[in-house]
């Protein structure tokens, strides 16, 4: 593989300065790559700096802080969501920043699954991530609706390892009369695969299908056009490649055709009314006309702190730049990992071109073993059951010397075994 390309490509990267400020974990012997951006990002230096502002304003200005300060708490959120604007490709009144992942799905599905007599069903991956199908398997109970009779999966064919896009939209067109709504992962979360949202939007909207994606390793990673492309609904988490924390705070993302739809049901909360009314204790709701109909709570400060620091660092280098290297360094993993001898034979990328960051490493044997030694070794990746080692590079805090580093380590392991 390509050392001198590595060489060159860091010596002329353009935001390689960028990995200095965020803080890579330690070991006491061995010097650590950090390969797991797709699970939790790392920390940037700016977060403690954003954090301790608002601990000094609720020091000094306690209930004041909502209205004075640097950044007053009443709408500390807009600036978080004008910078997540030009990541999801959306207008700032489709974002709402709250809760977390799973609960956001929950209260999307409240509003989005409204199942009737013949439009009931619900497309979704066979293999969607643990967590999408609990949330849909509560609301199909809350619905007394069966699994077996409301689900439809779509799987990669025998022998294959993603998705195609025509099998998902043969599968909408097939049962057009009876979905209710297409539920898919922007990135899956096992292979990597970066789905078509346009195309399956589309398709969508033709049979008058409501479609949302779960977008927890799209957001930060790949370049997306929501409002563009028309998707209804979406929801995301901010602690993978948007690096704001473990646990850190999520979003939804809700078209702005709905904004003025008052006819569907909703979990409310006091957070939800226009800013206007918002204080005034009125007995009835007086909806935001915006994806901020949704929010019930006030928002939790810190966490929206950590989160503006690191949107902020996207903002500053500018996310076309970052996925640009985002796409040279998994290239260069990828061709860096075809090209050795045990390729094939020991494991294969199941990821296809159509992806982020992430490649994801099926290994035919010994799995668990390599990846226990990649680990011993400081290169820090994730292991996900059946034998697929998860490996990102993430462009702001990686080299393409970290990934000839990590692509040797794992020759040298593959040819002790
Ligand atoms: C694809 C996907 N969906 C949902 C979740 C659940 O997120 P949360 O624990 O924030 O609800 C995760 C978490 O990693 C995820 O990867």
Same mark, same amino acid.
């Given at each position: 593989?390509?050392?001198?390309?590595?060489?060159?490509?860091?010596?002329?990267?353009?935001?390689?300065?960028?990995?200095?400020?965020?803080?890579?974990?330690?070991?006491?012997?061995?010097?650590?790559?950090?390969?797991?951006?797709?699970?939790?990002?790392?920390?940037?230096?700016?977060?403690?700096?954003?954090?301790?502002? /608002?601990?000094?304003?609720?020091?000094?200005?306690?209930?004041?802080?909502?209205?004075?300060?640097?950044?007053?708490?009443?709408?500390?959120?807009?600036?978080?969501?004008?910078?997540?604007?030009?990541?999801?490709?959306?207008?700032?009144?489709?974002?709402?920043?709250?809760?977390?992942?799973?609960?956001?799905?929950?209260?999307?599905?409240?509003?989005?699954?409204?199942?009737?007599?013949?439009?009931?069903?619900?497309?979704?991956?066979?293999?969607?991530?643990?967590?999408?199908?609990?949330?849909?398997?509560?609301? &199909?109970?809350?619905?007394?609706?069966?699994?077996?009779?409301?689900?439809?999966?779509?799987?990669?064919?025998?022998?294959?390892?993603?998705?195609?896009?025509?099998?998902?939209?043969?599968?909408?067109?097939?049962?057009?009369?009876?979905?209710? &709504?297409?539920?898919?992962?922007?990135?899956?979360?096992?292979?990597?695969?970066?789905?078509?949202?346009?195309?399956?939007?589309?398709?969508?909207?033709?049979?008058?299908?409501?479609?949302?994606?779960?977008?927890?390793?799209?957001?930060?990673?790949?370049?997306?056009?929501?409002?563009?492309?028309?998707?209804?609904?979406?929801?995301?988490?901010?602690?993978?490649?948007?690096?704001?924390?473990?646990?850190?705070?999520?979003?939804?993302?809700?078209?702005?055709?709905?904004?003025?739809?008052?006819?569907?049901?909703?979990?409310?909360?006091?957070?939800?009314?226009?800013? /206007?009314?918002?204080?005034?204790?009125?007995?009835?709701?007086?909806?935001?006309?915006?994806?901020?109909?949704?929010?019930?709570?006030?928002?939790?400060?810190?966490?929206?702190?950590?989160?503006?620091?690191?949107?902020?660092?996207?903002?500053?280098?500018?996310?076309?730049?970052?996925? /640009?290297?985002?796409?040279?360094?998994?290239?260069?993993?990828?061709?860096?990992? /075809?090209? &050795?001898?045990?390729?094939?034979?020991?494991?294969?990328?199941?990821?296809?071109?159509?992806?982020?960051?992430?490649?994801?490493?099926?290994?035919?044997?010994?799995?668990?073993?390599?990846?226990?030694?990649?680990?011993?070794?400081?290169?820090?990746?994730?292991?996900?059951?059946?034998?697929?080692?998860?490996?990102?590079?993430?462009?702001?805090?990686?080299?393409?010397?970290?990934?000839?580093?990590?692509?040797?380590? &794992?020759?040298?392991?593959?040819?002790?075994?």
């Amino acid at each position: 593989m390509k050392k001198d390309y590595a060489l060159k490509m860091d010596h002329n990267d353009p935001i390689g300065f960028a990995k200095n400020h965020f803080f890579v974990p330690q070991r006491k012997e061995t010097k650590v790559t950090y390969l797991c951006g797709n699970s939790l990002g790392l920390q940037h230096k700016d977060i403690k700096v954003y954090i301790e502002e /608002e601990l000094r304003s609720w020091k000094k200005n306690a209930v004041d802080g909502h209205f004075i300060g640097n950044r007053p708490w009443i709408d500390y959120q807009e600036e978080v969501k004008s910078m997540l604007s030009k990541l999801l490709g959306s207008s700032q009144k489709e974002i709402a920043v709250m809760n977390s992942l799973s609960v956001n799905l929950h209260l999307l599905m409240i509003s989005f699954y409204r199942p009737d007599k013949v439009r009931f069903k619900i497309l979704m991956e066979k293999n969607a991530f643990s967590s999408d199908r609990y949330v849909v398997i509560s609301h &199909l109970k809350s619905r007394n609706l069966s699994y077996e009779d409301t689900i439809i999966e779509v799987s990669p064919r025998d022998n294959e390892d993603s998705l195609r896009t025509e099998d998902i939209i043969n599968t909408i067109e097939k049962n057009n009369d009876n979905i209710s &709504l297409v539920l898919l992962p922007g990135i899956q979360y096992y292979t990597g695969q970066l789905f078509d949202i346009e195309k399956i939007t589309e398709e969508c909207h033709k049979h008058k299908i409501i479609v949302g994606f779960d977008l927890a390793h799209a957001i930060g990673n790949v370049e997306l056009n929501l409002s563009k492309w028309g998707v209804d609904f979406a929801t995301w988490c901010s602690y993978k490649y948007l690096n704001s924390g473990p646990g850190g705070i999520s979003g939804i993302y809700v078209n702005n055709k709905f904004h003025r739809d008052f006819s569907f049901p909703r979990y409310q909360g006091w957070w939800g009314n226009k800013i /206007e009314t918002r204080f005034q204790m009125n007995k009835n709701i007086d909806p935001s006309i915006s994806a901020e109909a949704w929010v019930m709570s006030n928002p939790p400060i810190l966490m929206l702190a950590s989160h503006l620091a690191s949107l902020n660092v996207f903002n500053k280098i500018g996310f076309p730049k970052i996925l /640009e290297k985002g796409k040279l360094l998994t290239q260069y993993l990828g061709e860096s990992l /075809e090209s &050795l001898s045990s390729y094939g034979s020991i494991f294969k990328i199941i990821t296809p071109f159509n992806r982020g960051s992430q490649l994801s490493l099926f290994f035919h044997t010994n799995g668990k073993k390599i990846f226990n030694q990649l680990m011993d070794r400081g290169f820090i990746v994730d292991y996900r059951e059946p034998n697929v080692v998860r490996v990102t590079p993430v462009p702001l805090y990686n080299s393409f010397m970290d990934v000839y580093n990590f692509v040797t380590n &794992l020759e040298e392991i593959i040819n002790d075994l």
